[in-house]
């Protein structure tokens, strides 16, 4: 039986969540409120305009609408300055040879991010053709931890779900596979991704070979 493999692309591919983490505490402080990174936990997976509502919720801040769309379009601008500065150093550990591996074994392999900066980023650390196709931030209408990413990437992978396996470094994320009975690895703290089915603190701790026993498990 065939496996597909799912990747989130912020925190789990390449380390942009401290990016994103630095261009929404600037963003914040515009409404007077300071970002804290546990609370920026539940900003990780959240797609742009849900993470903007999140922190004028938290600041108990109303804005225009241009207002919002102009908040949202100063954090992504600083968000792509330092994207725009990456190079292949900053994949993170373990995680382009284990797909490298996966794909000589055939495994089909999508991106599944809420991103709509995913093209760029791959192709800015060059590892876009890695991947069979792409579901992103500009493929879906409902995000994390709404599963029609995932859906979509399967779809595309002509996999059935229960043969997915979801890499996730967010909560959102990882309800999203649960919701749809993916495989969810997490890749960051068992404190933060409980609901994981296995969590890893890096790429280097996985096998391809653990994947395989579980995902067969899960169906
Ligand atoms: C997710 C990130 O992958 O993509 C979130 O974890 C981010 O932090 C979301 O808000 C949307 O990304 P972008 O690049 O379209 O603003
Ligand atoms: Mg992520």
Redesign the pocket.
Known sequence: KTLGLIF????VIVD??KF?FLA?KKAAEEVGFELTEELNEK??????V??LNKILEWAGATVSQEKFDEMAAN??AD?LTYVDKMTADDILPGVESFIREAKAKGYPIALG??????PRILKHVGIFDLFDTIA??NSVTKAKPDPEVFQVAAKALNVPYAQCVVFE??EA?VEAANNTNMLSIGLGSKDVLIEADHVFGSFTEITLEFIETQATTNT
């Open positions: 989130d692309l912020d925190g942009t969540a994103h929404w900003l990780k997976g959240v797609s742009r849900d993470s954090k992504n968000y991010s809420a991103s709509k900066n995913a992103d931030g470094d967010s994320g």
